[in-house]
């Protein structure tokens, strides 16, 4: 299999815990909290290693936080490579409450890093051996970190040869799109960004998809449309993957599901349009998962199964 490296520039603790009710000005009784690692290269390194495959972390980490991550992943048996710096990595909070079955997410900024601690992650990429594949950024940029970051590092992976895959937003997203990347991964919001524009219908979606790879800014776009599946645009065409129906536990984890699905069937060789059915039937794996729990393999491969499956019935009644 192909090497792939995941590198997550603002990672986190994330601490879930649960209450009967959330209401304010109160006291609040909760169960036992629970800490994962956090953040979306991270999460990606992670449901790979549950989907049987292998990739490489890269992450910057600092403080008691950032000693935790590098703990919680040592315990997951995930290779990864954490880069010391003089902030704390940042810690998120998920509440469920137990009275409506409904999530509380709470996002808490990163740490501030310094001009030398974001040179040496770049130093650090190019000098892995062996050298990567596929790159895939993924997460927000922190703060200190300039807009150009993740095109420094499309840049990078063309030296080496090797895909870069960017699943990020605001700012960072256009500057990695107008540097030219191998494969973007959307949702609506971050497509309407790139258009500048609203998207009123699918046949809009595509268009705009389209026109990124026309412009040679990525060779493949995959919308990711939540609930009902994803769309995927080349060069040579588009397709959508309806997402399989399925019992929805939490929707925490499964764009990075997805993505690690993706990438990872990429990885392994097969075809863009096998590897997005892959990574939808991730995504869809992740959804029937309490928590922030990301996607099991078992569920993964049965769904992708079911996909082919009903695709076969479909082409057959045509």
Request: with cysteine; charged share 20%; aromatic share 4%.
């Given at each position: ?18 209450v009967?009710?959330?209401?304010a ?16 290269g ?49 810690e ?47 997460g ?23 895909r ?70 080349t ?84």
């Open positions: 299999m192909k090497i792939i490296v995941t590198v997550t520039m603002n990672p986190a603790i994330d601490t879930s815990s649960s009967v009710h959330v209401i000005e109160r006291k609040l009784r909760c169960s036992v909290p629970r800490h994962e690692p956090g953040g979306g991270i999460n990606v390194s992670r449901a790979i290693k549950k989907l049987g495959g292998e990739s490489l972390a890269l992450y910057p980490a600092g403080g008691s936080y950032g000693q935790m991550l590098q703990d919680l992943l040592d315990a997951e048996g995930l290779n990864h490579h954490p880069i010391p710096i003089n902030g704390s990595t940042r998120n909070f998920i509440i469920f409450e137990g009275s409506s079955g409904q999530q509380f997410r709470f996002g808490m900024p990163g740490p501030s890093m310094q001009d030398a601690e974001l040179e040496l992650i770049l130093k650090v990429l190019t000098t892995i051996d062996p050298k990567p594949d596929y790159i895939v950024a993924s927000s940029l922190p703060s200190g970190a300039p807009n150009d970051f993740y095109a420094s590092m499309a840049r990078i992976a063309k030296e080496l040869n090797a870069i895959i960017v699943d990020t937003s605001g700012e960072g997203l256009q500057a990695a799109v107008r540097a030219g990347v191998y494969l973007l991964k959307p949702n609506m919001n971050e497509l309407r960004t790139l258009a500048k524009q609203e998207i009123k219908d699918e046949s809009q979606q595509v268009e705009v998809a389209r026109g990124i790879i026309e412009n040679g800014q990525s060779e493949v776009v995959v919308v990711s449309l939540g609930a009902a599946g994803a769309l995927m645009v060069k040579e065409g588009c397709e959508r993957f309806r997402a399989p129906i399925v019992p929805i536990q939490s929707k925490v984890g499964a764009g990075d599901s997805m993505l690690a699905g993706i990438v990872l069937s990429l990885a392994q060789g097969k075809p863009v349009r096998d590897a997005v059915r892959f990574g939808v039937s991730a995504g869809s794996a992740a959804v029937m998962t309490p928590g922030t729990e990301l996607c099991r393999r078992e569920d993964t491969e049965r769904l992708y199964e079911r996909m082919i499956a009903d695709n076969s019935k479909n082409f057959n009644k045509n």
